[in-house]
């Protein structure tokens, strides 16, 4: 095999063959893949055959409310209490406040192989453009190691909240990737729906939406932001998280719903550890799931993903981060056994890449080179056991060093 020039050599990768190969890295792109790459003055990194994925996709995180515990002691899990708790913060919010809370979910994340986020920014009259702009800091300053794309929503409603709109105007008119929304809590829900597919076509932005977040079967949104994707051709770019009304339906109105979605293209994203806390704390001992089960809508066809949502507020008091413990977190809720972990580990990569709209992803020939080396040598006990993740590349950049724990014993003598 003759030379060819690179600029890295990723020794023993582990892909998804049993056999590990060498990925060779020039101008932030994956060169080639294959087993004992000859190159000429590249660096060379020996991963001693261990598990390599594309960087991880989290498409539904909130950085402007993370990291609230020390300030917010609501404890009682309610998602309208959360929300009022949140809410008697958020005028308080300053640009800079947001800006280190975010930074330090941003960082943390990073450092599990996150490298592609969607974060959902609340923009009303109580937050104004703050947070918005704290997020257009940390896209900019961090552009090297993450892609960040921001979606403004109205938490708190739209119609019934006067001067929202306006403001989400502006955030779009400044930069915006994205508009969210919230229906839920609009006292004219489908009136925000229509306000909303009619602004995203105004400026030609996707839709990803909060939706259907409780265990009540009744009354889904579902088929009316299906039918709104149908009427204004927005197939393929509209998503919603939660969902978890999903979780609740007889079989029949289920497999219905699913053939819906999947006619309209519109994605879905659950979000195990938020939709665990608040769904269902008042069933008592035999409180169901109450996640999306977006496996089996993704078997069906349906672009679907797992991401975190929140870290450490009133909506979910934990978090570190990882996507792939979220991940792992939604395959013990599911009952999901290790022949569908590829499937699992698809809805924080391939099928969350989808979600984004990245074209250029996955560990394949002249994709950008974003690259998460885990601590394991087996793609199942990977995603089993949590693996951590030891290092990263960002188009061929390295941007972050884990090293593996070490044990220090004693001896018998």
């Known amino acids: 095999m003759s030379l060819f020039t690179c600029d890295l050599i990723l020794r023993g990768a582990l892909l998804d063959k049993e056999t590990p190969e060498d990925i060779a890295i ?20 020996d991963l001693g055959g ?15 409310k993370a990291c609230l515990l020390c300030r917010c002691q609501h404890t ?7 929300i009022a708790a949140v809410s008697q913060l958020k005028a308080e919010f300053t640009a800079d406040d947001v800006y280190e809370r975010g930074r330090r979910v941003v960082e943390q994340a990073i450092l599990q192989g996150t490298m592609h986020m969607r974060a959902h920014t609340e923009v009303d ?21 993450l892609d960040l794309q921001s979606c403004v929503f109205p938490q708190e409603g739209l119609t019934n909240d006067p001067g929202a709109s306006e403001l989400l105007l502006e955030a779009l008119s400044n930069g915006a990737d994205l508009l969210g929304g919230c229906p839920y809590t609009d006292t004219a829900p489908y009136e925000q729906l229509n306000w909303l597919f009619k602004t995203a076509r105004d400026f030609d932005v996707d839709l990803d939406l909060h939706l259907d977040f409780d265990l009540d079967p009744s009354g889904s949104l579902l088929d009316e932001v299906c039918r709104l994707t149908d009427q204004t051709g927005w197939h393929n770019r509209v998503a919603v998280g939660h969902a978890t009304k999903l979780a609740a339906m007889t079989e029949p109105s289920f497999t219905a719903h699913v053939a819906r979605l999947k006619a309209s293209g519109v ?55 990882s996507l792939l413990r979220m991940a792992n977190l939604y395959a013990n809720c599911m009952h999901l056994s290790p022949d569908d972990f590829d499937a699992c580990l698809s809805l924080i990569t391939h099928s969350a890449a989808r979600l984004m709209g990245l074209s250029d992803y996955g560990v394949m020939v002249g994709n950008a080179a974003d690259l998460v080396v885990l601590d394991a ?4 006990e990977a995603f089993g056991a949590i693996a951590q993740p030891l290092l990263g590349f960002k188009s061929g950049k390295q941007t972050f060093e884990r090293p593996p724990a070490r044990l220090f014993r004693e001896t018998a003598k």
């Open 26 to 45: 020039s101008d932030g792109r994956i060169a080639s893949i294959g087993a004992d790459l000859p190159a000429a003055g590249a660096v060379e990194i």
């Open 50 to 64: 261990r598990v390599v994925l594309p960087g991880f996709v989290d498409s539904h995180i909130h950085l402007d």
């Open 76 to 82: 009682s899990g309610g998602l309208k209490g959360a």
């Open 125 to 145: 009259p109580r937050a104004g453009l703050r947070s918005f702009n704290a997020i257009k800091q940390l896209k900019s300053e961090y552009r090297s190691c």
């Open 267 to 321: 994605a879905v994203t659950a979000l195990p550890s938020t939709d665990l806390y608040l769904n269902g704390r008042d069933i008592g001992s035999l409180s169901p799931r109450g996640i999306a089960p977006v496996h089996l809508l993704a078997e069906q066809g349906i672009t679907c993903s797992i991401a975190t949502n929140n870290v450490l507020n009133p909506f979910t008091p934990f978090g570190d981060c």
């Open 377 to 380: 040598t087996n793609r199942l």
